[in-house]
């Protein structure tokens, strides 16, 4: 029997983590996962349901840090590892080191609002007491060819909104 590598458990759990981030794309939002893993188990699993909900904090980590805190009756979630589709942002991060979590794997890297090493660095920030070990780049490309896809579609569907409006005002201005 050919060994389960650390590697191997990660690409795991990220495509666990895709599959939730096409939830979140079902439902309109930008397709964002999460999950949240003690001892092997998930405890916590979220999407983005920032539209939906109405809610800038329903970020998909943020949903599998709540569920994950329910259930373990405790908002501590010490050698928790949570698994991501995108670097986390810095409530995010923040979120994670009051959390207690032990490390945060990400897919694609955000080079806008990264607080996990591409922008700045939350995780392991000096002046907190509590510091993420972090690791990015666990199926990256499949998580940036993701969320790229998303927006190209959503640019494409605005273009064509944008198009069919001004061949309805065109319209209206020039009755035949």
């Excluded at 983590?17 to 893993?37: D, I, N, R, S, T």
């Excluded at 590892?81 to 945060?104: F, I, N, Q």
């Excluded at 998303?150 to 069919?164: H, L, P």
Aim: glycine share 8%.
């Amino acid at each position: 029997m050919i060994p389960v590598t650390q590697s191997d458990l990660d690409q795991q759990f990220m495509r666990r983590a895709m599959a939730l981030a096409a939830k979140a794309e079902a439902e309109g939002e930008v397709p964002v996962g999460a999950l949240v893993v003690l001892n092997g188990e998930v405890i916590g699993e979220g999407w983005n349901r920032l539209i939906g909900q109405h809610d800038a904090t329903a970020h998909a980590e943020m949903m599998a840090l709540r569920q994950a805190g329910k259930v373990r009756q405790n908002y501590r979630l010490l050698d928790a590892v949570l698994y991501v589709t995108l670097e986390p942002c810095p409530m995010c991060a923040s979120a994670m080191v009051h959390s207690r979590v032990g490390k945060v794997v990400y897919g694609a890297p955000d080079y806008k609002t990264g607080a996990a090493g591409s922008v700045m660095n939350l995780l392991s920030y000096e002046g907190v007491n509590h510091h993420v070990a972090y690791q990015g780049g666990v199926l990256e490309e499949e998580c940036r060819a993701q969320l790229q896809a998303f927006f190209r579609r959503r640019r494409a569907e605005k273009k064509a909104e944008r198009e069919a409006r001004k061949y309805i005002q065109d319209s209206a201005k020039d009755p035949e």
